[in-house]
């Protein structure tokens, strides 16, 4: 099931994707009588999905009429996992840790998906990259998971992100991480959530970042350094996990970017988000 949360006619509800387009939760609702949110974190939140399967015999509106919006604008935390691919490390001259790279981003740097990115005065950054990434969409509040069979029933699904950094920022110092990655406009994901259900093998994904109608760099899940589960499991030990939360997975390596230029992420059976550069 692919969930969205769309604008149409200016007003915003959470619906269903299907073959046909989007249908929205109030009609899922009229139909069966239900009381699913209308909202895609109070879906979540619920994990009522069952009435939710009637979308496929609905009418729908057609895709290319919504305007796709972030899922939900304030993720309870977005955690982004850096260096987890062996050329993201060579690309940018670090070394892989041994553990996960992990570091949070404030809602405040996120913008919509299909929207703009709007880059920092020259004097503060002059060197940004964006990164195309798999996210992991927390389902359950789980804390101290023991395995990845934990993990797995801990995840609602997955998305796709978009991860922006100032790299000169950055190089200055590695404690200036967070700072490098928070600026307006550099963190975006969806606009679909993909359920768990729809990907057989999350390993066997194709992560892409594309840059200008071009792909730019690309690899597979299973060569992360520390894969999906684990960084569930992991991360649980730490922080407890709620649902909405996004743990972001990496990139296999950034695309500079300029003022005109399109960039975007790709996942095959999971969806694609890009945005303009200004």
């Known amino acids: 099931m692919k969930l969205i949360r769309y604008s149409f006619h200016d007003q915003v509800h959470a619906g269903v994707v299907t073959s046909k387009g989007v249908v929205p939760v109030t009609a899922i609702n009229?139909?069966?009588?239900?009381?699913?949110?209308?909202?895609?974190?109070g879906i979540i939140e619920s994990g009522d999905l069952a009435p939710l399967g009637a979308a496929e015999t609905l009418p729908a509106i057609p895709y290319d009429q919504v305007m796709p919006l972030l899922p939900y604008p304030v993720p309870p935390k977005i955690w982004c996992i850096g260096l987890n691919y062996h050329s993201h490390a060579v690309d940018?001259?670090?070394?892989?840790?041994?553990?996960?790279?992990?570091?949070?981003?404030p809602a405040s740097c996120m913008f919509r998906p299909g929207g703009e990115i709007v880059l920092p005065p020259e004097r503060v950054t002059n060197d940004v990259d964006a990164e195309g990434e798999l996210a992991i969409v927390i389902g359950k509040r789980s804390q101290y998971l023991k395995d990845h069979a934990g993990a797995l029933?801990?995840?609602?699904?997955?998305?796709?992100?978009l991860d922006l950094t100032a790299l000169d920022v950055l190089a200055k110092n590695p404690r200036y991480l967070t700072r490098s990655k928070s600026f307006d406009t550099f963190f975006s994901f969806g606009p679909v959530i993909v359920t768990k259900d729809e990907i057989a093998d999350v390993d066997a994904l194709e992560v892409l970042t594309e840059h200008n109608g071009e792909v730019f760099s690309r690899d597979f899940v299973r060569n992360m350094k520390t894969r999906p589960l684990e960084l569930v499991r992991f991360h649980s030990d730490y922080q407890t996990l709620h649902p909405g939360d996004v743990i972001s997975t990496g990139c296999p390596k950034g695309a500079r970017i300029k003022r005109g230029d399109r960039v975007g992420g790709r996942i095959e059976g999971v969806g694609a988000i890009a945005a303009t550069v200004r």
């Open 92 to 105: 940018i001259k670090a070394v892989q840790p041994d553990e996960p790279g992990s570091f949070m981003k």
């Open 153 to 161: 029933d801990a995840i609602f699904g997955y998305t796709v992100t």
């Open 30 to 41: 009229a139909y069966t009588g239900s009381d699913v949110p209308d909202t895609v974190l």
